[in-house]
């Protein structure tokens, strides 16, 4: 007997698969023509007014928060919309806008989608994006779930995250710099399943680990085979335990035993990168510096449709990637 409101978004515009879902009693769909204002009625009474609008299309590049106006001026106001409020760069820009577009409208709540990570952007009037209730993959770790919004007699409404995932997803930095065999990093990574399982208050665990620094261990790692075997091993312990804690994947970002900012001094081919590398991670958005030199590849006919879209964090990753190989490629020599 709950009723239900909803705003369709990029993933799930009103031209495409959504439509062919025969919702039940008590849904409202909101339309993509304009913005509708619902009357939200309790006991008989009016206690709310639900305003919203959704894509039509995937590619929804209006502003659409300056559609939305308020209509009452004694309800409360609730505002869905599925957009990219204050120019996120880590997630696409659907339905742009900036948060006085938001502000300006007289909405007392805005219950925001598209961005999957929790977050208020503001206290007054409050506007907010609960992220998604259960995280899909390694980029979306920690607890997942919904805000409870309960309004006070004067108007004033109060926040409650309740997390409802079903499954979390951690992600684990493990220094081996003080680690001298593989049996101590069995050991570690044991202790660190034992942790996350606890963390995540009896729900199963899924967890990347990424092996970090400088050690013995070093040349070990680098062997053929040597971290595929380390993973099967982790996730037999993982396995074992309930909660199951499953290690999606073990990687190694751990560096030889040099001094990178030494190394760098050297006026060679290495200290060339090394020193390309670090301006390059300085940049502030390396989505930016890097747009043209990948353009080539990313607006390529047959590339595309295989390569998702890149990020700074992405980007960033592979970057690292990079000059470990050269690292260990052109360091051979010395």
Not at 223 to 244: K, V, Y
Request: proline letters at 4%; charged letters at 30%; a negative charge.
């Amino acid at each position: 007997g709950i009723q239900s409101f909803i705003v369709h978004g990029n993933h799930d515009p009103l031209d495409g698969w959504s439509s062919s879902i025969d919702w039940p009693d008590g849904v409202h769909i909101f339309s993509g023509d304009e913005v509708e204002s619902i009357f939200f009625t309790k006991a008989g009474e009016q206690t709310a007014v639900i305003n919203g609008i959704s894509y039509v299309h995937q590619d929804e590049q209006r502003n659409l928060a300056r559609y939305f106006k308020r209509s009452n001026n004694t309800l409360f106001h609730i505002g869905l919309l599925h957009c990219n409020a204050g120019n996120n760069k880590e997630h696409a820009s659907y339905a742009p806008c900036d948060l006085d577009d938001l502000k300006d409208t007289g909405i007392d709540y805005w219950a925001l989608g598209h961005v999957h990570k929790r977050d208020i952007l503001s206290e007054s009037p409050l506007i907010v994006y609960s992220g998604n209730t259960q995280g899909r993959n390694i980029r979306e770790t920690g607890e997942r779930g919904c805000y409870l919004v309960t309004v006070d007699s004067s108007g004033h409404p109060h926040l409650e995250f309740h997390p409802i995932d079903a499954a979390r997803w951690y992600l684990r930095n493990m220094s081996i710099d003080e680690l001298s065999t593989l049996n101590e990093l069995d050991e570690t990574l044991s202790e660190a399943c034992y942790s996350m399982r606890d963390e995540a208050n009896g729900l199963p665990v899924l967890a990347r680990i990424i092996l970090t620094g400088r050690g013995k261990l070093y040349d070990e790692l680098r062997i053929a085979g040597a971290i595929h075997e380390l993973t099967e091993r982790a996730r037999e312990q993982g396995l074992s335990e309930s909660p199951i804690v499953w290690i999606e994947k073990i990687e190694s970002t751990c560096r030889p035993d040099i001094d990178i900012e030494e190394r760098k001094k050297i006026p060679d081919l290495l200290g060339d990168v090394l020193r390309i590398s670090e301006e390059l991670r300085a940049a502030s958005y390396l989505s930016e510096t890097l747009a043209d030199p990948l353009n080539d590849l990313y607006k390529h006919t047959k590339a595309k449709k295989f390569l998702e879209p890149f990020d700074d964090e992405t980007l960033r990753d592979l970057l690292d990637d990079a000059e470990r190989f050269c690292v260990d490629r052109l360091g051979e020599s010395e």
